[in-house]
């Protein structure tokens, strides 16, 4: 089983940009994505379930958005209207398991990670 996340860069406040997660190995149920920022935890961004409920981080609602792409095993994070803040490492992670609102946020609900991709935002 692997994740592998790709499409990290440097761009400007209000560039996008797409992150991909390819898995492979095998099929999940959930899909995320976490970021991590040096000296801080790692912190929930956005999840995809099975059956296409999607969940955000209120910092990222109405910017960011989930995709699947079950024929090519990929689901992607389209970063739209990037700020500063939105610096990171991104990481994908799946689960078995269809996450609710109260446990997709958590990365210990999580059995997989893909390794990170680095997303910076300049001025």
């Known amino acids: 089983v692997q994740l592998q996340a790709s499409g990290g860069g440097l761009v400007q406040a209000g560039d996008s940009l797409r992150l991909s997660c390819v898995v492979s190995?095998?099929?999940?149920?959930?899909v995320a994505w976490f970021r991590q920022t040096p000296g801080k935890e790692r912190e929930f961004v956005i999840s995809?379930?099975?059956?296409?409920?999607?969940f955000y981080a209120d910092s990222v609602k109405g910017r960011f958005t989930i995709s699947r792409d079950h024929a090519k095993n990929t689901v992607n994070l389209q970063m739209n209207s990037l700020k500063l803040e939105d610096t990171a490492i991104y990481f994908c992670?799946?689960?078995?398991?269809?996450?609710?609102?109260?446990?997709?946020?958590?990365?210990?609900?999580?059995?997989?990670w893909g390794q990170g991709t680095q997303v910076t935002v300049s001025s």
């Open positions: 992670a799946a689960s078995d398991l269809g996450l609710i609102a109260s446990q997709t946020r958590r990365p210990d609900a999580y059995d997989y």
């Open positions: 995809i379930r099975g059956g296409g409920q999607k």
């Open positions: 190995g095998r099929t999940f149920n959930t």
